[in-house]
């Protein structure tokens, strides 16, 4: 696709910036009242001590019966088994966090989420660095109206040496019963590979697999992209180092195969992407991509695409946003930088903040919007010592008094934090 190269990229912030120039000299005072900004800023509530706590996601009305949320924590480690936890708050007081893990044998678990319309967590595992748990498989586990687990049942067929990290629930040959929609990837010394595949609800638990297409790796999403009514993949190429659109030229998902889905490449000069997002991150009606790339060189950073009205034949042009992240102790293989970023709304604010996932940097910023033109002031909101890894960082209001919280996954460390945007009205210099 066309794509801002950073040459055109740099001339075109130039131009924004003389263009602004004539504006600030008229409203000069006015600017100098705005240089300090009042930016909502999270403080720290409380932690747990949790061995090895690597991805956090906030699970809504998890406590059917109480109407209270949980948030669903995975660990990992490249030996022995692995955990999920159900984290929730007595009287939802984020001061009294507790954890209960409801499954001890998990392996590698690189997701676990809460779908509440049907009662289900989707978990999606494995990795390539043992090879004993490089084979990975997809679990739905069923929660009761009490917030317990009353089964887990594993639902994709082993594929020897493919592992997954994203897994989601919908219904796409709408029978009313949902399937799962998957990407799967194999990583050895010589080669790796991705699949998207989706696996049938047959009823009863039963699925059968089908392949939809070869590219999807590691992290995707499932959106209309151009708002025609139909499903987009949009694709973060992890191993294949490819942001690139699937599209499935049938009527429904249901009916496509690898013959029938045609690839719109985004961009491939950006390395390994690691996770995007489809938002309306400055409120113009129109949403961006907000995606991450993970390098172990120091380049890694978050960036915004616009997305064109026509993705096959328009522009995604590109905006790199805050600073770079360079991962400590670089030198060990598998390292990189940063993880996950995610946007979400303050009460009161027009543009939407941006919270990223150091991952092996070390770090969670988070990102405050300045105005509609993708620029942010980024602020640190904690560092793990010697700045070792953070896993990924879930946003909510956990306690739902209106206030947006976030559970921040120390995983270098053993412990997770509770921090909240609660009161925490600050005045920040720009
Ligand atoms: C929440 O728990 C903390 C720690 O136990 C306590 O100090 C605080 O008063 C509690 N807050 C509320 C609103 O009950
Ligand atoms: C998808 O196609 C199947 C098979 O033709 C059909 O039964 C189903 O209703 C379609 N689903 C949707 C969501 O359009
Ligand atoms: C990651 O993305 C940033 C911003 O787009 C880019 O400058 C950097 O070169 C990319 N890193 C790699 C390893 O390609
Ligand atoms: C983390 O690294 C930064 C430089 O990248 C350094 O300034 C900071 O002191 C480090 N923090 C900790 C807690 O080690
Ligand atoms: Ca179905
Ligand atoms: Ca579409
Ligand atoms: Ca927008
Ligand atoms: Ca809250």
Redesign the pocket.
């Given at each position: 696709m066309f794509l801002f190269t950073s040459n055109n990229y740099q001339s075109f912030r130039k131009f924004h910036f003389f263009q602004t120039k004539k504006v600030m000299i008229k409203h000069i005072a006015i600017c100098l009242l705005l240089s300090i900004v009042s930016a909502q800023i999270p403080t720290k509530l409380s932690e747990l001590t949790i061995k090895d706590p690597g991805f956090t996601s906030l699970a809504s009305n998890f406590f059917k019966n109480q109407q209270k949320n949980a948030v669903l924590l995975t660990t990992f480690g490249v030996t022995g088994l692995d955990s999920i936890y159900q984290i929730s708050f007595q009287n939802n007081n984020l001061s009294k966090p507790q954890a209960t893990a409801f499954d001890t044998k998990s392996i590698w678990p690189n997701q676990a989420d809460y779908y509440q319309q049907y009662q289900l967590i989707v978990e999606a595992g494995g990795f390539f660095p043992n090879p004993s748990k490089a084979t990975g498989d997809i679990n739905l586990y069923q929660v009761n109206d009490d917030g317990q687990i009353t089964s887990k049942i594993k639902v994709s067929k082993d594929k020897k040496d493919f592992f997954y990290h994203k897994a989601i629930l919908v219904?796409?040959?709408?029978?009313g019963l949902p399937d799962i929609l998957a990407a799967r990837a194999q990583k050895s010394v010589l080669s790796s590979s991705g699949e998207l595949i989706w696996l049938e609800n047959k009823g009863n638990f039963q699925f059968e697999e089908h392949l939809l297409t070869n590219g999807p790796d590691v992290f995707f999403i499932f959106v209309d992209l151009d708002n025609d009514g139909k499903q987009e993949v949009v694709a973060a190429q992890y191993f294949s180092k490819e942001l690139a659109i699937y599209t499935c030229q049938?009527?429904?998902?249901?009916?496509c195969n690898p013959t029938t889905i045609q690839k719109t490449l985004i961009d491939n000069t950006v390395g390994s992407l690691f996770n995007l997002e489809l938002t309306d991150l400055n409120g113009d009606g129109k949403k961006e991509l907000l995606v991450t790339n993970n390098s172990a060189s120091g380049n890694g950073q978050v960036f915004i695409y616009e997305v064109p009205d026509n993705y096959n034949t328009g522009k995604f042009i590109k905006y790199p946003i805050g600073s770079t992240y360079k991962p400590s102790l670089a030198l060990l293989p598998g390292r990189g930088a940063p993880g996950t970023a995610s946007s979400f709304s303050l009460s009161g604010t027009k543009y939407k903040y941006i919270i990223v996932s150091g991952d092996d940097a070390g770090v969670v910023r988070l990102l405050i919007p300045q105005d509609g033109s993708f620029n942010y002031k980024e602020v640190i909101v904690c560092e793990s010592k010697d700045n070792n890894t953070i896993g990924e960082v879930a946003h909510g209001d956990f306690n739902k008094d209106g206030f947006v919280d976030l559970m921040i996954p120390f995983y270098a460390e053993g412990k997770v934090e509770i921090w909240s945007f609660k009161k925490q009205q600050q005045e920040v210099s720009q």
């Open positions: 219904d796409l040959n709408g029978d049938k009527s429904n998902w249901s009916l």
